[in-house]
């Protein structure tokens, strides 16, 4: 039987779940990203740096702008880090749905307040109320993907939701620039942070527990359930996960890699137009381009290596074997970055670059279901939490200090600290979690 055939007779209204979860990512990385373009707009720097619109700005100048744009960001990241553990906490208690509602509300009227501020400390305010509020869509969608899937499916299935990470950063590449060059940066703001509320009521329309849902068919609700029954909803304390292994397990890697990618979303236009290796620059309009090409690869490895990991445990492989022997593939593959740093080609820069955020995101998906392969359901919102605030800060950390970096040692040591970081805590997940065995919580 194929695979088609199968699902029409199983049923497919989890993969239904699976696109408002896509929809949400893309939605969360649109409003979170529209900053990273902002930054090349002149009017943008000169309103943040106080300076009148008339007077040129010197180098000088543009390195104090760097500096500021790094603390906005290390602000994001602070606050969607501990915002990250708040959330993982709110949603284990009042389920998914109400949770997850309050989280995409949150985040999408901090994205509409960037465009009524003017100085740094309101962009700052902006910034820590987006972070709180985007902080929840993972944990929600990873317990979402709990509930909804088969252990065998979780990985594809976070693949495809997070495959949304992309579509939102090209989405944004392709229109803010169009929409700052029309109506200014403040639109860009105010139209991306309106179209989450849409999301927002689709979300309330749809979403339902399995066991709860009226459209979903009895074999359906059985293919889901074939790992076993839902866990108790009662929750479990902060004290108590962090005990274990496994949390730390997941938490330390995203404390290490996280930081990366965060850097990618951040300073890559910045990078693209002003990197002195290169021969030629590109402007706020040419930087699009770039960027589909980055994150359309991206979504492939999000797909490709959750797909992959599904395909080695459908070969018989142990879920530890494939998860990991999937995300030591993917650190590989990050390696060469390395050189986009030091290359005068933006061609190659942007393969190398390519190669690096679509292993990247394999790596992501698979490691968030490392969660969901230990932990119980009850307790997967919490875990996602705590790894969401230690990679947060290990974000928020190099944040606050990119702008310095650039500035004295150019872009080097970074994409240096990119290339190492994902091998590394590959070998801290191996040493805390060699088997990636199950967690039993006390009830």
């Known amino acids: 039987m194929s695979l088609n055939s199968a699902n029409e007779k199983i049923g497919r209204y989890r993969w239904r779940i699976c696109a408002v979860l896509f929809m949400a990512t893309t939605i969360n990385y649109i409003d979170r990203n529209v900053f990273s373009f902002t930054m090349l707009d002149t009017t943008f720097q000169h309103q943040m740096l106080g300076i ?55 985040w999408s009227l901090a994205a509409v307040l960037h465009g009524l501020v003017s100085s740094v400390p309101g962009m700052a305010w902006a910034r820590g109320l987006l972070g709180v509020g985007e902080a929840g869509n993972f944990p929600a969608a990873i317990k ?40 200014g940066w403040r639109a860009s703001f105010i139209v991306t942070g309106a179209i989450g509320f849409f999301v927002l009521f689709w979300w309330l329309a749809v979403y339902r527990t399995p066991e709860e849902h009226p459209k979903l068919s009895a074999a359906e609700l059985a293919y889901i359930r074939q790992d076993g029954p839902p866990d108790s909803e009662k929750g479990v304390k902060w004290r108590e996960l962090v005990k274990y292994r496994a949390t730390w397990a997941f938490a330390i890697p995203k404390f290490m890699t996280d930081a990366i990618w965060w850097f990618y979303l951040t300073w890559l236009p910045t990078f693209f137009n002003s990197n002195p290796a290169f021969d030629t620059k590109l402007n706020l309009k040419e930087i699009g381009i770039p960027f589909l090409v980055i994150y359309l690869i991206s979504d492939g490895g999000s797909i490709f290596f959750g797909w992959l990991a599904t395909k080695f445990i459908g070969m018989g492989w142990s879920v530890n074997k ?51 392969d230990q932990f119980p359901r009850r307790a997967v919102g919490s875990v996602v939490g705590i790894g969401g605030l230690c990679g947060g800060l290990g974000g928020a950390l190099l944040a606050a200090n990119v702008g310095f970096v650039i500035n004295t040692g150019g872009y080097v040591p970074l994409f240096v600290i990119a290339g190492s970081s994902y091998l590394l805590a590959l070998l801290v997940m191996q040493i805390l979690s060699p088997k990636l065995e199950t967690v039993k919580l006390p009830n």
Not at 71 to 81: E, G, P, R, T, V
């Open 322 to 372: 494939a998860r990991k022997v999937t995300m030591l593939i993917c650190a590989l593959c990050v390696v060469p970055i390395v050189f986009a740093s030091m290359t005068s080609s933006i061609t190659l820069a942007i393969a190398l670059i390519s190669l690096a955020t679509a292993a990247h995101q394999g790596w992501s998906a698979n490691l968030f279901t490392t969660v969901s």
């Open 52 to 106: 009148p619109l008339d007077q040129p700005l010197t180098r000088k100048d543009m390195a104090a702008f760097r500096e500021k744009m790094s603390y906005l960001d290390a602000i994001f990241k602070y606050c969607y880090a501990f915002g990250f553990l708040l959330a993982g906490y709110m949603i284990d208690r009042i389920g998914v749905r109400r949770g997850y509602a309050v989280s995409i509300g949150g």
């Open 144 to 183: 979402t993907v709990s509930e909804w899937f088969p252990r065998k499916e979780r990985s594809f299935a976070t693949g495809v939701f997070n495959a949304g990470c992309n579509v939102g950063i090209i989405v944004t590449a392709l229109c803010v620039p169009f929409i700052i060059a029309h109506w």
